[in-house]
């Protein structure tokens, strides 16, 4: 039973990482760039939502405007940081997301102030029994709206045209460009919507611990990227299993290991023993 | 005077850590977001030697070098398995990985650190001349590294790898190399910030220092010597002289990063030769 129980809060904790890491992954597809400042959109997800949901009471309210606008901060990040440099060498994309995501870190320290904020109604509070198992509202929130979002990725990018001219984009940007799609909607799009995932995410994540504060975009952060890696860069499926992976070897990590490694050396030392073992990622084949 | 001297030695063991990962990403063109650990690794080397061990601070120095260099050979190996991206994300991890097993060690001190470690014995002004002696000596070094047949390798191997792959240079043994010298001196570092702090602590040696670090490479001009030293330099003592740079530093670190990479890759190194080029042009 308690096997049991770690493995579904194993899996809770996976989704969450999988709607962080999903995003960072199609936007490695996309431009090659492993953009750490979705750290930072990630928390602004969680602060806006916190915060009007403070303001106006509804939490509804308050997720759906943080949805929409961090939506367009990632539209905005990808034109006026990346764009400019999308010529360069990786490492230049990578320095720059850094530089960023240390500036929007020190931003919402010195807007929203250095300690933690809670909301004053925390929402979805209530506990759900579900074959023995006791679940919070929030964290079977979380879980639908991984599936709905990730879902809803999967069905856009098979069923739709611009799902179709993203994937074209993906296999070949200049093929798919002289069959008339247009580059930069696509990028747009995809920022969009990596960054809708990221908001969401961060509200999830913020209802859950009930308070916010300046670096909770860190950790989740730093642990999607290795999940990226060990999903192979820019594939979406090995991506939500290794996010899916990752949560639940924490969970039976912190009770097993919890005396050598703490929770996120846990995540790394996975990573590391991936990459030696297939650098080309978990389920990709060579 | 105190302050001045407590100022350059701060001041000169940022300048060797600057020029250690300078080996690794400048000269070696291997992205490393996790050097700190390296630093924090040569820094409880010596805490532990000279507190637990009755090491003296000469050995405990020599022991930190060692164990740096021993734990970078075997990151560097990861550079064999993984390149750029891969490579950035591997060595982030084990800088994360470093922490958490540091933070769980009761006999690291865990999430008090280490207290008491002894100074130098050389008295404060003997310490800074030996910081500073060093930061030149590893200057020279690097000057002479540049130049040498390590040197062309280690750039052949930055500019394309595959191409040096087919004129038959040994890319695994080039690229520890670069990983067990710039470790090593990164493990030094670390040593001469036990011993002038007096204490070590997990938080200084997390993802921010590994930025800190970067920053000052990437700001100075990747690569280049003269810029890495003199940024490292200055970014050691403004938040000293500043006030506001003190209250802003991690804002300005970020800053400085993404405005360089924006505006000129070449960071100071390659503002000062545009300007070189122009004035010689208007000649």
Known sequence: MVHFELLVQGLVQGTIYALVAVGLTLVYGLLRILHIAHAGLFSLGGYIALLLANQTGSFAFGLACSVLLVGLAGMAIYRLAYQPILDKPPYVALIVSIGLYIIMEEVFRLVFGPSTISFINPPLQGIVEFYGIRLREVEIATMAVAILFIGGVGILSTKTRIGVAWRATVDDPEMARSFGVRLYSVRYFNFFMASVMAATAGAMVAVSNNMVEPTMGGVPAYKALAIIVMGGLGDVRGTLFAALALGIIESFGTIYLGSILDRDAIAFAFLIIVLMFRPQGLLVRN | ?283
């Open chain 2, 1 to 283: 005077m105190e302050y001045e001297i407590s100022l350059l030695t701060v001041m000169g063991i940022n300048i060797v850590l600057a020029l250690s990962l300078n080996i690794i990403t400048g000269f070696c063109g291997q992205i490393s977001l996790g050097h700190a650990a390296f630093y924090g690794t040569g820094a409880y080397c010596a805490a532990l030697a000279t507190t637990q061990w009755g090491m003296s601070f000469w050995s405990g120095g020599l022991l930190a070098m060692v164990v740096a260099a021993i734990f970078g050979f075997f990151v560097g190996f990861a550079s064999l398995r993984v390149r750029d991206d891969f490579l950035a994300i591997t060595t982030m991890g084990v800088g994360f990985l470093f922490l958490g097993v540091v933070r769980q060690q009761d006999a690291l001190g865990g999430e008090m650190g280490i207290a008491g470690v002894p100074g130098s014995g050389l008295g404060e002004f003997g310490f800074m001349i030996l910081v500073l002696a060093t930061a030149v000596l590893v200057i020279a070094f690097s000057l002479y590294i540049k130049r040498s047949w390590l040197g062309f390798a280690f750039d052949a191997i930055a500019q394309d790898q595959d191409t040096s792959r087919t004129v038959g240079i040994d890319i695994a043994r080039f690229k520890l190399a670069a990983f067990v010298l710039g470790t090593a001196i990164a493990g030094l570092a670390g040593s001469f910030y036990a011993h002038h702090v007096r204490f070590v602590g997990i938080d200084s040696f997390g993802f921010i220092e590994s930025i800190s670090i970067l920053a000052m490479v990437v700001v100075g001009g990747i690569g280049s010597i003269w810029g890495v030293v003199v940024v490292a330099a200055v970014l050691s003592v403004l938040p000293l002289w500043l006030q506001f740079v003190a209250d802003y530093q991690l804002l300005i670190y970020g800053a400085l990063l993404f405005s360089v990479m924006q505006f000129n890759q070449g960071g100071l190194d390659g503002i000062v030769r545009q300007l070189v080029r122009k004035w010689r042009a208007n000649d």
